[in-house]
């Protein structure tokens, strides 16, 4: 048997008797639809052809994609910066952790108001929610080198830049992807909350519309696809952390 | 707000009406959707392309009278997409706003009062929003916002209750369980229900959720009545009835609460600036009412054309029972600019209530609220 | 000319609490050209402190350093260094690891390519180019950190205790391969370590140094035949040696 096959058995066989049992449980304790809908009715909302799905799940996946790459930049960014310098950390932190525990649910209709009704305060909390654990991680990386590395470094008049270019930067490598998978994650919550804040289309804008109009099936199929959407991502960086960091194999956990 | 009559003009002209329908709800979605979905050009096709869109933007832009030039204004209404609202979409895609020379952005909402805010801030030029809301919005010291016509000329709000709890009269809702949501206006409001039918709320248990969900623990039972709209009940009928539940409902208007509903909303700015616009706006969506109003299954498949996600029975019975208790005239009415007409009496009784739902000291103009200008009399 | 010389070195540093540590006093010291130094001591002796210092990674409180009779002010390019953790980049081939001074030095890569493919037979690493480190055992690992400490060629070959972290066995057959290498590229060798044993058999002549403060409390030159082999430590010479050295650091029962 191939072992893809082999691999990926156990998880698919679990989630195919988690799938019959809830069937089975719905059907048997007439569990009112609104509450939990039956596998089955989900299904049929996801291949609904009166529901435009490349559609909705084009608009959310713009979303998540730009405002995550924008708190990849921006959250390596910084990180470099509060890395390198002592004082800017101290001036920047506060600014960094609010952006991270601001409620984001209050403050969108804010920004909403400020930026108008597209899709731009959207990506602008996506970002927001992104963003701090790629800082966190990526500083936390970029700090993780053994000291002794920087006196090798500095044996043979390494620089401050050699330092952070030849050690700093790639110590970090696996730190940043850790910050990589969680903030993908986040992105597509953050997007999907922004998106129940005020939305025209998107995944989330499906959930809440389908919600007001008491649709659990197509609430739920929103959801299913939104929770693709964020495996996908993650099934991306971690395929990308392969490629990019071939020497860390003994030593990956996920 | 509005780009200005006339010489602003945007690329739309009265021959692309449909394409401007589906543009509006299709373009404005994604503010960085440039090219359709799967097209990949090579970066010199590309710049020419660009080059040729340019040349024809400003070919367009010299050649297009200023006449057939269409006013772009933004609307937002009270909710997500629902039946009830679906005059609004049908007068978009039937081009109706267009043939009036209005580009309409229609913009979905959350609740009346960020519609009635977003009027106030100008960042939305009108809003379809809830007059109490309004009234509350004026009382706390909003002016800048006012009715330019009237939609819902009566509340279409609604105690939904359930039968089977032993429910038959507004006075047995005393000591029962309610549903509700933190911030609902409707549910404010049920305290004057209370006290003009009689009986006290003081014993009335509450389960809070989040508004998009808050009547689910109705339809199951956990609670015996929710303060809600009409339209909510002919949603929610035959879920309840799935889960042993008899849905039924005391109606506003029925138990002594005749006030206004929802109406569409301006800055006063916008009115004394744009006063044109506001007067084919409100003319355009007061003939989009009408038409709805006497064909409400088309209305429905219109609005199912920008949002196919709504299924087609329930929107159209949300419809019709909005169309039934809250625009009794919509169909019936010589000329529809007479279903926008405020009535300073009802005005001033929906202030009131207003004002002993919420226990506020203040008061306001009733007449500060509203103006009749754009409608006409009945 | 000495390559090293040292005179009156002493440090001190504060601790967090403001207790002043004495870690060396007044130490004198003279390696000569081709020499193989060893620097024995407790632990806590301030011999790795000395051996920073002669790097240029630490600067001394009191006394000078000169290095080819200049006065070391920072790291100089014209000494090597070992530590106890072969510190190699985890994301490093072993040839690239071998080359990492080179870039830093900003000399051209494509000049030692070649050198440093040497220098891993050398260290009998030959076909190991391409290995990361996570491939290769500890040993393996310090062989590769003393490849790279050769590539730039330089004079003087500094290491802390870097085979503390092998076992017995690796460790010796290390130290034979270190006296191979000295022996064909004629380096000049300060080795630290806290191993009597290793210190008497791999060098020309043995520092003492005590704890706390830091002094240089003897200095014994090995009277053992050259190139040493294993049979050397059935010498007697080797073990009066080491004799020696235990009644310098008072371990005498």
């Known amino acids: ?254 | 707000m509005p780009q200005g009559e006339g010489n602003n003009a945007s690329v739309h002209d009265a021959d692309a009406d449909a394409a401007v329908a589906t543009a509006v709800h299709g373009a404005p979605d994604s503010l960085f959707e440039v090219q359709p979905q799967g097209a990949r050009m090579k970066s010199i096709t590309r710049v020419l392309t660009s080059v040729l869109f340019v040349a024809a933007f400003a070919a367009l832009q010299a050649a297009a009278p200023a006449a057939l030039a269409a006013d772009k204004v933004t609307f937002k209404l009270d909710f997500s997409p629902v039946g009830y609202q679906a005059p609004f979409y049908a007068g978009v895609s039937r081009g109706v706003y267009a043939k009036h020379g209005l580009d309409v952005d229609i913009i979905p909402g959350n609740g009346s009062y960020p519609a009635v805010l977003d009027v106030a801030s100008g960042r939305i030029d009108f809003a379809f929003a809830d007059t109490s809301v309004l009234a509350l919005a004026a009382l706390k010291g909003l002016r800048d916002v006012k009715v330019v016509a009237m939609v819902f000329e009566a509340t279409p709000y609604s105690v939904l209750y359930l039968k089977n709890k032993g429910i038959s009269k507004p006075a047995d809702l005393a000591g029962k369980t309610e549903a509700n949501f933190t911030g609902s206006g409707v549910g404010q409001l049920f305290q004057a229900f209370a006290r003009i039918n009689g009986f006290s709320t003081s014993g009335i248990k509450e389960i809070l959720s989040a508004p998009p969900t808050y009547l689910n623990p109705l339809v199951v039972g956990q609670a015996d009545f929710a303060p809600s709209t009409v339209n909510q009940t002919v949603n929610l009928r035959g879920l309840a009835k799935q889960a042993g539940n008899d849905l039924q409902e005391f109606r506003f208007i029925d138990y002594g609460i005749n006030i206004y509903g929802a109406a569409i909303l301006a800055n006063t700015k916008t009115i004394a600036e744009h006063s044109d616009v506001v007067k084919r706006f409100v003319r355009a969506s007061l003939e989009s009412v009408q038409w709805a109003a006497r064909h409400p299954e088309a209305a429905v498949a219109e609005l199912r054309k920008t949002n196919p996600q709504l299924k087609k029975d329930r929107a159209l019975a949300e419809l019709r029972s909005i169309l039934q208790v809250s625009i009794p005239r919509g169909a019936s009415a010589p000329d529809p600019l007479q279903l926008g007409w405020v009535d300073k009496a009802k005005m001033t009784r929906t202030v009131d209530l207003v004002r002993e739902s919420y226990g506020l000291k203040q008061t306001v103009d009733p007449r500060a609220l509203y103006t009749n200008a754009y409608v006409a009399k009945p | ?253």
């Open chain 1, 1 to 254: 048997m191939p072992r893809v096959v082999v691999h990926y058995a156990p998880a698919t066989i679990l989630a195919v008797v988690v799938l019959v049992a809830w069937q089975a449980l719905v059907r048997l304790f007439h569990v009112p639809e609104i509450i939990l809908p039956a596998p089955s009715q989900i299904a049929a909302a996801l291949v609904d052809p009166s529901v435009d799905w490349p559609h909705h799940i084009w608009v959310t996946g713009v979303e998540v994609v730009i405002g995550f790459a924008v708190a990849v930049v921006l959250g390596i960014a910084l990180a470099l910066v509060i890395v390198m310098s002592a004082f800017l950390a101290r001036v920047l932190l506060p600014w960094i952790l609010l952006a991270q525990i601001a409620p984001k649910i209050a403050f969108a209709p804010i920004l909403f108001l400020a930026f108008g009704y597209n899709q731009l305060p959207t990506i602008l909390i996506t970002f927001l929610v992104a963003f701090f654990p790629m800082v966190v991680n990526t500083a936390t990386g970029l700090s993780s080198l053994d000291p002794r590395m920087k006196d090798l470094l500095r044996s043979y008049q390494a620089s401050r830049w050699d330092v952070l270019r030849k050690a700093q930067f790639p110590a970090a490598l696996p730190y940043v992807f850790t910050g990589l998978k969680v903030s993908s994650t986040l992105a597509v919550i953050g997007a999907n909350v922004a998106e129940f804040v005020s939305a025209r289309a998107g995944l989330g804008f499906l959930i809440i519309n389908a919600q007001v109009t008491f649709n659990a099936p197509l609430a739920f199929a929103a959801a299913g696809y939104l929770i693709l959407l964020g495996v996908l991502f993650y099934a991306l960086v971690a395929i990308l952390e392969r490629v990019t960091m071939p020497w860390a194999v003994p030593h990956r956990a996920a």
């Open chain 3, 1 to 253: 000319m000495a390559v090293v010389c040292l005179s009156n070195v002493g440090k001190q540093y504060q601790t967090a609490d403001g207790v002043t540590i004495e870690a060396l006093r007044d130490i004198h010291l003279a390696v000569e050209h081709g020499e193989f130094t060893a620097v024995v001591g407790p632990s806590g002796c301030g011999k790795s402190t000395l051996l920073r210092i002669i790097a240029g990674l630490d600067r001394a409180s009191a006394g000078s350093v000169e290095i080819d009779g200049a006065l070391v002010a920072g790291p100089v390019a014209s000494a090597g260094v070992m530590f106890q953790d072969p510190l190699l980049m985890a994301w490093r081939t072993a040839l690239n690891n071998v080359l990492l001074p080179i870039e830093v030095l900003r000399r051209k890569r494509a000049a030692y390519r070649e050198r440093a493919r040497e220098l891993l037979a050398l260290v009998g690493l030959q076909g190991f180019e391409q290995r990361y480190p996570h491939e290769l055992s500890g040993g393996m690992q310090q062989r590769v950190a003393l490849a790279r400490a050769l590539i730039h060629d330089p004079e003087l070959l500094l290491m802390d205790e870097p085979f503390a972290a092998l076992d017995e066995i690796t460790r010796e057959q290390m130290g034979l391969e270190l006296l191979r290498i000295w022996n064909e590229t004629g380096k000049t060798v300060l080795f630290v370590t806290h191993s009597i044993s290793e210190a008497v058999f791999l060098a020309d002549r043995v520092l003492v140094l005590s704890a706390r403060p830091g002094l240089l409390r003897a200095e014994i030159r090995v009277e053992l035949p050259r190139p040493r082999s294993a049979k050397v430590r059935g010498l007697q010479r080797y073990t009066d040696h080491c004799q020696q050295i235990r009644e310098q650091l008072g371990l005498v029962g």
